[in-house]
């Protein structure tokens, strides 16, 4: 039985600011950005959007493409998130609500740093092994903040991820060996007190690459395939150019170092909706599967695709899928890329704004203003408690893809003028 990705699809914020307009501001060359970090823009959440309103948003399309009968097969939901809103209450409910699923399901949310996306795909291939017949949305979403004028501030994004875990899946089956490593190392983290990550920016790069070597012997040590066998390599993008550097340090783990070109080659189309959208934190690589299956200009069918999944504190996970035929079928490209090209630029001052939209603790009512054009929105926080609604855009899209589906009706056929 193979088990794997049946559907997948990504959301991101409704806004963005251009790394032009913020280099000036830390005093560089955007080169600094663009080709030090491989990154162009970040993805900036209006003031209603956060990661339950991107995972909903994520999710709507693999949801609204299943009939009434296989929504019933889907029995569980795993959201991976390092952004959580709510220390008790998984945003996965808020989720399960927003998406009408059925309540005959099991709801939660996984927390790792940036690996537990991974967590929440392998924990999904077990469920439905154990009842093929079934089916689990994983979703990973997150915002990723850091300081104002800190290195880590241009590598800011938001973005999530959802994918359909099943039996016979239509785009990547999964391969059940796996490489793992954990150690307890203070790269990056954030105490309950703060909205922003402490960093060692230094140390995470290093202990991002001894998890990766560490995480590539044990996968060989568990059957794993050999480096020669894959065709192309998926890996957590902090930042792009954190994929290539790690790329260029497995090939010579390996004992295969390859040139620059090739090594960035194997790498290079599960980079483009990164470097426009930032650190997405556990959606980050999944995105980069996305890109890779979007951008391919070859026919990727039968190509095996290694995944290096690592999470800060630090625990990392190295496996592999291979694509499936006839997987160009069902992909969502073009909606991908509308809904980057829609997304409205912001200026400084306005990200300014957006960075410092206030987080209520008082308990009174707070109404939040209506910005985002996406689908799903934050209307208030009243009584200590997160309001969420759909949008006018929802319902309007929603009456669309429902005329689009419905049978044409028979009618006698009449000769109109040419509109344009």
């Known amino acids: 039985m193979q088990l794997g990705i049946d559907d997948i699809s990504f959301a991101t914020a409704d806004r963005y600011l251009d790394l032009a307009t913020l280099a000036p501001v830390h005093g560089v060359d955007v080169d600094k950005f663009r080709?030090?970090?491989g990154q162009d823009r970040m993805s900036v959440c209006a003031a209603d959007e956060d990661v339950v309103t991107l995972a909903a948003a994520a999710a709507q399309p693999l949801v609204e493409s299943l009939s009434a009968a296989e929504l019933r097969t889907v029995r569980t939901v795993l959201l991976a998130t390092e952004s959580g809103i709510d220390q008790s209450k998984s945003a996965a409910v808020y989720v399960h609500h927003l998406l009408g699923l059925d309540p005959a399901c099991r709801v939660v949310e996984l927390k790792q740093a940036c690996y537990s996306g991974t967590a929440a795909l392998q924990t999904a291939l077990a469920l439905v092994a154990r009842n093929p017949e079934q089916k689990v949305l994983v979703i990973c979403s997150d915002v990723a903040r850091y300081e104002l004028d800190s290195p880590g501030e241009p590598t800011q994004g938001a973005g999530a991820v959802a994918m359909m875990i099943s039996a016979d899946p239509r785009l990547v089956v999964i391969e059940p060996a796996s490489g793992l490593h954990t150690a307890d190392v203070m790269d990056f983290w954030r105490p309950n007190y703060r909205s922003t990550a402490v960093v060692d920016g230094r140390l995470s790069i290093r202990a991002y690459l001894d998890t990766l070597k560490a995480a590539w012997l044990d996968y060989q040590d568990q059957g794993g395939e050999p480096f020669a066998s894959f065709d192309a390599f998926c890996y957590h993008q902090p930042f792009t150019r954190m994929a290539v550097k790690a790329h260029a340090h497995l090939t010579k783990v390996v004992g295969q170092p390859l040139d620059a070109a090739s090594a960035e080659a194997q790498v290079a189309d599960t980079l483009r909706y990164n470097r426009v959208i930032g650190n997405s934190y556990?959606?980050?690589?999944?995105?980069?599967?996305?890109?890779?299956?979007?951008?391919?200009?070859?026919?990727?069918?039968?190509a095996r695709v290694a995944f290096f999944s690592?999470?800060?504190?630090?625990?990392?996970?190295?496996?592999?899928?291979?694509?499936?035929?006839?997987?160009?079928?069902?992909?969502?490209?073009?909606?991908?890329?509308?809904?980057?090209?829609?997304?409205?630029?912001?200026?400084?001052a306005e990200y300014l704004r957006l960075y410092d939209v206030p987080n209520p603790t008082d308990g009174g009512d707070h109404p939040v203003p209506a910005q985002t054009s996406g689908p799903f929105r934050l209307a208030a926080i009243t009584g200590h408690q997160r309001v969420y609604e759909r949008t006018a855009q929802s319902a309007v899209d929603g009456i669309a893809r429902a005329a689009a589906s419905a049978p044409a009706a028979t009618t006698t056929a009449t000769t109109l003028p040419a509109a344009g």
């Open 35 to 37: 080709i030090g970090l």
């Open 282 to 302: 556990t959606a980050s690589m999944y995105i980069g599967l996305v890109s890779l299956l979007d951008h391919s200009e070859r026919d990727l069918a039968g």
């Open 310 to 348: 690592y999470g800060s504190g630090a625990v990392g996970e190295l496996f592999a899928g291979v694509v499936r035929p006839g997987y160009r079928d069902h992909l969502r490209t073009a909606a991908h890329q509308e809904l980057l090209e829609r997304r409205r630029e912001v200026d400084h």
